[in-house]
C-alpha cells in the first residue's frame, strides 16, 4: 500500500505510518490526479497580527507619503529595509469603535464600541477574520486558527485588553486562542486519540512525529518528482526544527519553577523565541493547508521581559515621562520588527501547493489599535504578501481623510481575497488609495 496520498477534494497530501498515524503534507504533484493537478492553484490566505499599545510616535511613523525608495524608512521601520518593495503602510485610519486605550485588541477585528451605551452591557461584533473564515474555510480542517499567549501582566496591562484573542464569533463572544506554540503544534499534528502531555513527552524524547510515520528517504526519492523533493526536504527541515525548539519548552515544562532569588527557567522562550516559533508554526500550517484564515494577539509584556527590561507594557507606554523608557520603547519597536521581517522571510522561502512562494498568496496584516501610548485616533496599519493582486506595496500611504474608518481597511482586504463581502460594521467603502 502507498503510504503516500492526496485527497482530489482538498488537495491535501499525507503519509501513513503502519501503526495508522497520519501526517499532514504539503500538496505532491507525485500523488497528484490529474484532474487534482488542473485544479493545483493555491488558495487565497489572510493572516491578522496585532500587538498592544501601538508604537514609538517620534521615531517609527513616516512623516511624509510616497515610495519608501523615495522618502526612506523610520527608524523604527529599518528592519524591514530588505522587504521594502513588498510592504505598504497606510496612515489617518481610526477604529471608530474603539474608546478603551487600554483594550487595544478588544474591538481591533470588529469595530464595535464594546461599551454601547452607558449603563448597558459589555457588547462585541463578528470579527472579521471570522466572517473570512465562513467563506475562505470550508474546505480546511479548521477554518481558522486563532493564537494568542499568556500575558504575565495580564490583559490592561498588555495593552489588548477584554477578550481571548483578536477574534469573536458571530454572536460577538470570544474565541479562546491557542496561547503556546505547543498547542498549536498539537492541534495540527495530534492524531484523535493523543494527547498534549503524550506528545510533550515524545519531544522531550527527542522522537519527531517524522520518526513515527518512519520516513525511508531512498524510497521517497525514487516515486518524487524533483519538485516535490525539493518541497518537501524544506517541509520535513522546518518541522525538526520547530520539534528542536519545542523540546526545550516541554524539558522545562516538567521542571518545577525555583523559587527567588533563582531564574526561571525557560526564559529564553518568552516573548522573540516564543513568536519565532507561532510564525514557524503558522507557516506549517498553510503549507499543509490546515486553515486559510489565522488571527494571532501578540504578546507584549513577554518580549519586553525576554529583552530584559525591567518596564512593564503598560509603564513603557507612557515613554514621556524619561529617556529610558523613550529607549527601550524604540528598542522594543525595531524587536517587533524585526520579528515581522523574519515571518516575511518565511513565507518567501516556503513553496505553496502550485510551487509558488507562500509569500504570493497571503494578505497580511500587522498592527495595533493603539497609534503610540493611549492615543485612538490614526492607528498603525503595515500590510504585506502578494495575495492582493491589486494592493499597492512599497509605499507609505497617506489618506487623504483623517479618522478613515479601519472597517474600510478590513473591507479592502477582504474583498481583495475573494469574499464576498460589500459591508463591514462601521465601513463606507474601499480604500480606492491600496488597490491599483
Known sequence: MNPYYTNSVTRRSFIRSASGFILGLPFLESFASAKTLTQSVAPKRMIFLGGGFGFTKQTFFPTEAGRFSDIGLTQGLEPLARHSNDFTMVSNMSNLGATN?????????????????????????????????????????????VLSAKEPDGLQNSGHGNGLSLSWDAAGKPIPGLNTPIELYHKIFANNQESREELEHLLANKQSVLDIVNIDGSSMKRKLSKNDQEKLGEYFDSLRQIELDLERQAKWASIPKPEAPYEVPGVDLLGEEEIKLMYDMMIISMQTDSTRVMSYRQPVCSVLTGMEFALKAHSLSHYGFSAERRKASEERDRKCMELFAHFIDRLKSAQDVDGSRLYDNCIVSYGSNLRSGHELKNVPALLTGGGGQNIKHGSHIKLPKQDTPLANYWLTLMQQANVNI???????????????
Open 101 to 145: 486605550p487600554h483594550g487595544g485588541s478588544t474591538s481591533y477585528l470588529t469595530g464595535a464600541n464594546v461599551q454601547g451605551t452607558p449603563g448597558k452591557r459589555f457588547y462585541n461584533s463578528i470579527s472579521c477574520d471570522q466572517l473570512a473564515a465562513q467563506q475562505l474555510g470550508t474546505q480546511t480542517r479548521f477554518s481558522s486558527l
Open 422 to 436: 460589500n459591508q463591514f460594521s462601521h465601513s463606507t467603502g474601499i480604500i480606492p488609495e491600496l488597490v491599483s
